[in-house]
Structures are given as C-alpha cells and as structure tokens.
C-alpha cells in the first residue's frame, strides 16, 4: 500500500540555521499538508498545497516558513533561521482530493531539534 | 475556528476488553468528516476510522467503531477486544467543508493497554 514516507527521520540544527523538510506524497494526490506537533500537545496545521501554490496557511505559517514542490514527487518544508520554539515533529501529509477522498495520509513524522 | 477536545488525557484497558475514547467538537457547519488517528511510540499517524457527517449510520471497522451523535456533536471511538498492540496515543480530528482542508486536532488520548 502507497504511504508518505518523510527524509530525514531526525534533524538536529543549531538556532539560526535554515532546515528543509522533505516529504514525497502518495503518488496520485494532489493535495499536501505539512502540520506541527510540539512534544506533549496537538497536531497543528501549518499550511496546504495544491496546484503548486499554498492554498490554505495558519497562523504559524509565517515567513519564516516556507514550502516548495520542486519536482514531481517532493513536497519540502524550510524554515529559515530556525528558533528553539521550532522545536517539534512535523508531519506531512496527503490526499487525493474530491469528495470521498478526504482521508488526509500522514507521514511518519521528521523530528526537528533545534539546540 | 472549529475546536475539537478530548476530556480524557490517559486511559486505561485489560487486554481483551473494551474501551470507550471520548470526542466532541465544535461547529456550525452541517457536512464535515471526522476521523480517529492513531499514533503508536513511533509516532506515524494511522488513520483508525472515518465518519462522513451526512451519514447516520455509524462507522466500523474490526474491532473500531465509533458512536457518532450529531446533535450532541460527539465522536467517540470504541475498540473492542482491546490488544496490547492497541497501546498508543489517539487523536480525534475534524476536517469540514467549508473550512478548507486542514484538519483540526484533539489534544490526544494516551490508550494503556494491561496484560
């Protein structure tokens, strides 16, 4: 069965660095979500991708943040100058669109440690 | 913004059992769907279960169903036979129609399951 597989499983970055998150989608969806999971609290929603442009962002999602689909299979998350508070798991996400299709498929998660 | 709360930050079952996870949410929208994950010490999110708004009958699948009451915007999940393997943390997660296609999460249910 497809699944969303997610590079690397751990990053561990000095604050102030730039990351980027890499995701590949299941291969017939055409929507992508990166969320964020601070360690003891809830999944949050960091933005959407569809037709190669950001079709829904949180609060969060600030200039900081990022995401990109630069070839057909890869959905990247950079964070520029990272922050100790960027701390987290962050999960991305796909599904294939259209009304029964909304089961979003995640990730196993790339956890961001920022010293 | 739609709130989702799971009152029950820790629960407990003897193998073999059965255990009830409690979820409500908030809304105004009329169709929407909503989706129990389940996120083991690996921390990937499997989707448990699914259940489309408009559709009174509720969802089952194995040992997982779930007890949806619109009125009383209620979610909650039932796994029956409890299994050691079961043991992990489940999310409750709302994803409306009108709202775009993020989901919005519950703070979680950390499900201990005793030999």
């Known amino acids: 069965e497809p699944e969303v597989t997610q590079t690397p499983s751990h990053q561990v970055t000095q604050m102030g660095q730039e990351v980027i998150l890499r995701c590949v989608p299941i291969?017939?969806?055409?929507?992508f979500y990166w969320y964020r999971q601070i360690l003891g609290q809830k999944v949050e929603f960091l933005v959407s991708f569809y037709n190669n442009e950001i079709s829904e962002k949180s609060e969060i999602f600030d200039d900081q943040f990022s995401v990109e689909r630069p070839d057909g299979s890869n959905f990247t998350l950079k964070i520029r100058s990272t922050k100790l508070e960027d701390s987290a798991m962050y999960f991305c996400?796909?599904?294939?669109?259209?009304?029964?299709?909304?089961?979003?498929?995640f990730g196993p998660g790339t956890r961001l440690t920022v010293l | 913004a739609q709130t989702v709360t799971q009152s029950q930050p820790e629960m407990s079952v003897q193998e073999a059992e059965t255990v009830t996870l409690s979820c409500t949410y908030d809304t105004s929208e009329s169709d929407y769907y909503l989706f129990w994950y389940k996120q083991p010490p690996s921390r990937q999110m499997i989707l448990v279960i699914r259940?489309?708004?408009?559709?009174?009958q509720n969802a089952t699948e194995n040992r997982f169903s779930v007890n949806f009451q619109k009125a009383a915007k209620s979610f909650s999940l039932k796994i029956s036979d409890s299994q050691l393997g079961d043991a992990a943390m489940y999310f409750c997660?709302?994803?409306?129609?009108?709202?775009?296609?993020?989901?919005?999460f519950g703070t979680g249910t950390s499900l201990t399951v005793i030999p």
């Open positions: 996400a796909s599904n294939r669109g259209g009304r029964g299709t909304d089961t979003q498929y």
């Open positions: 997660a709302y994803r409306g129609t009108n709202t775009g296609n993020q989901f919005y």
């Open positions: 291969s017939n969806h055409l929507y």
């Open positions: 259940q489309e708004a408009y559709k009174q």
